[in-house]
Nanobody
Framework: QVQPVESGGGSVQAGGSLRLSCAVA???????????MYWFRQAPGKEREGVAA????????TYADSTEGRFTISLDKAKNTVYLQMNSLKLEDTGVYYC???????????????????WGQGTQVTVSS
């Protein structure tokens, strides 16, 4: 299994925006199969939590209550990339952000995801006041 590669993190003031990218191994988000692609984050001292997900077949999206209306997940199959556009960032959005592969054909479920389990290094997002 190939790990995803996250990028695009950085430091930003509250209210600002960042766009994260996740480079996905070829074939994982192809048009011939469907899976859920997730973005998770882990804040210092806290457990990893799902923030957004997209089902590659239909393009349907799911968001955590804390990110609904501020974050947008999208994907570009031609570029094998999943994006997370983050607007109106808050201090509590600080953390390391990871993308993850869901198991083929399983629906998106932020609370109880079915994952392949191969995590990347993540990308740090720091929001300051």
């Amino acid at each position: 299994q190939v790990q995803p590669v996250e990028s695009g993190g950085g430091s930003v003031q509250a209210g600002g925006s960042l766009r994260l990218s996740c480079a996905v191994a070829p074939g994982y988000i192809s048009s011939t199969s469907s899976r859920c692609m997730y973005w998770f984050r882990q804040a210092p001292g806290k457990e990893r939590e799902g923030v957004a997900a997209i089902y590659t077949g239909r393009g349907s999206t799911t968001y955590a209550d804390s990110t609904e209306g501020r974050f947008t997940i999208s994907l570009d199959k031609a570029k094998n990339t999943v994006y997370l556009q983050m607007n109106s960032l808050k201090l509590e959005d600080t953390g390391v952000y990871y993308c993850a592969y869901g198991r083929p054909w399983y629906p998106c479920a932020l609370a109880d995801p079915e994952l392949l389990g191969n995590w990347g290094q993540g990308t740090q997002v720091t929001v300051s006041s």
